[in-house]
């Protein structure tokens, strides 16, 4: 009797001891700017009563203050532990586990067939050894040597066609073993030796097979935006396709899940900002000309190659590629698709979005930097397209043009992109030395300086150019400048550019003179910098 209570109580002892060990498998991913919210699930058969299921094998940079468990309503979490799991040496992880079992399959089957090649070379040696001593033997009569060689020759020929395409398929599976290898060496990088662990421990009113949710929030993912502009000629719209960069390396792979691409940007300061008290004192500076000069460039600096820009409204048409829910914060991208985002340092793309985008295409071409003539296109309202800042590749009749870059804090109403130079197109800017003069009036000088800008259209078509000079700006008020002649150009005082618009036919040239004066004291020197 007191053997079997022993018995009795280590029996239920063990029964409360055990846990239920369980993976989940990734559902749904959203992918932020920073970070990632991931989704899985997993079946549990728990018992009534008490439970502890132990989920293994999640992401170390997993945050563990962002951890939601999804339950039934017949069923409590009592309490969540998180632990972290150290890796044993030579342990495999369970993606490395499936990779092992797929390796191991294949090499199976190679094995397989180098085991049919091997019988059938050996086939083959002894029909060559047969042959020699046929051939070899004097009483062999020639007719019945004849007759052996015949069929030598096609069962020589049969073994050679079969071996052949027997290596064709072992060549296949040792590719395939090439590549799992290669997978395994991939993750040996990532490999993460301390996982996180979730300990749960649930009551549940019955018996119950249980479809267990876990999400949680992991750093070592995100997403870059990334366009295509492409423009098939000047005169249709302009396609832009929107891109994401995915990366993830939390160590666990997401295959086959359903993936939304977040414009949100998770902060973990969460503080607003609070004004301190702001105090002034005397302060004597350095050189507060220098200081003052130094602002006032910096300031028209930014609007030196400015020009008049055109406002009309444009409304996108859409190629819609993913679903788009806009909110008061966020652009969130629901892919339509599945989607495969392997734990790895190399990034991969998705599209998000395809719009038809309404532009203006003028050549513009700044002569006094470059002969060059580019074609731009002016894309209208584009604050309205929902970008963010990032790299995008810029494509003109299927031909790579190159690099530019979206920056979301653009402030004009159209956004220039360039389209690349057009060799057909020639301007030469060149300074007339015998309109040029120099006088002293008084205690001042009078500098003239002019120029003219000849250009010429080479193409089939008629153009519409913006060319863009500029005059000096003065930041001395001993110093005046004043633009003589400007050939019907738009003058903007402020920041000294000149903008000409000009339509040239096909073949046609154009001549643009302008000139400006200087007027400054006798004893001042004057020089000319840009920044």
Request: glycine share 4%.
């Amino acid at each position: 009797m007191k053997y079997f209570l022993i018995c009795l109580l280590c029996s239920v002892s063990m029964f409360q001891a055990q846990e239920i060990k369980k993976e989940i498998d990734v559902k749904q991913a959203t992918v932020f700017l920073q970070g990632a919210k991931v989704f899985g699930s997993t079946n549990v058969s728990l018992k009534k009563g008490k439970n502890t299921v132990r989920i293994t094998n999640l992401p170390n940079d997993l945050d563990e203050n962002t951890y939601k468990i999804n339950l039934e309503k017949t069923t409590t979490l009592l309490s969540i532990t998180p632990q972290t799991s150290v890796l044993k040496t030579g342990e495999l992880s369970e993606s490395d586990k499936i990779l092992e079992l797929e390796r191991k399959k294949i090499q199976r089957q190679a094995d397989l067939l180098s085991i049919k090649i091997n019988t059938l070379e050996g086939e083959k040696k002894i029909i060559n050894d047969n042959l020699k001593i046929s051939a070899n033997d004097r009483q062999t009569p020639q007719k019945q040597l004849i007759k052996l060689t015949g069929f030598y020759r096609k069962r020589m020929l049969d073994i050679d066609n079969q071996v052949f395409l027997l290596n064709e398929q072992r060549s296949v599976f040792d590719e395939d073993i090439t590549k799992i290898n290669q997978k395994f060496a991939e993750n040996q990088p990532h490999q993460n030796t301390n996982t996180k662990e979730l300990v749960l421990e649930i009551l549940a009113e019955n018996e119950i097979n249980l479809n267990l949710g876990i999400s949680y929030v992991v750093a070592n993912a995100g997403w870059v935006p990334s366009y295509d502009l492409r423009a098939e000629n000047v005169k249709n719209p302009l396609e832009i396709v929107y891109k994401g960069k995915i990366y993830q390396k939390t160590g666990q792979d997401w295959n086959n899940i359903k993936l939304f691409v977040s414009t949100y940007r998770p902060s973990y300061n969460q503080n607003r900002p609070i004004l301190l008290p702001l105090y002034v004192a005397e302060y004597i500076p350095y050189n507060s000309q220098a200081e003052t000069r130094n602002y006032q460039r910096k300031e028209s600096s930014a609007k030196i190659n400015s020009y008049q820009m055109r406002d009309e409204a444009a409304e996108p048409g859409q190629i819609p590629v993913a679903i788009i829910t806009e909110s008061q914060m966020n652009i969130l991208y629901e892919l339509k698709y599945s989607q495969n985002i392997m734990s790895q340092e190399k990034e991969q793309y998705v599209i998000l979005d395809k719009k038809q985008i309404d532009a203006t295409y003028k050549y513009h071409t700044v002569p006094k930097l470059s002969n060059q003539v580019f074609l731009m296109a002016f894309v209208k309202k584009w604050q309205n397209l929902n970008l963010i800042s990032g790299e995008a590749n810029i494509y003109f009749e299927d031909n790579y043009i190159g690099k530019t870059t979206i920056t979301s804090n653009y402030i004009k109403d159209e956004f220039p992109i360039s389209l690349g130079v057009d060799e057909r197109i020639v301007v030469k800017r060149t300074k007339l030395e015998d309109k040029t003069s120099r006088k002293n009036y008084n205690s001042n000088i009078w500098e003239t300086e002019k120029y003219q800008i000849n250009i010429r259209n080479n193409t089939k078509e008629s153009i519409d150019l913006e060319i863009l000079d500029q005059t000096p700006i003065s930041e001395n008020s001993k110093i005046a400048i004043k633009a003589t002649e400007i050939n019907d150009g738009n003058y903007d005082e402020i920041t000294g550019s000149i903008l000409w618009n000009r339509t040239i036919g096909s073949g046609g040239s154009e001549k643009i003179n302008f000139s400006y004066e200087i007027k400054y004291p006798k004893d001042l020197q004057i020089q000319y910098y840009s920044r």
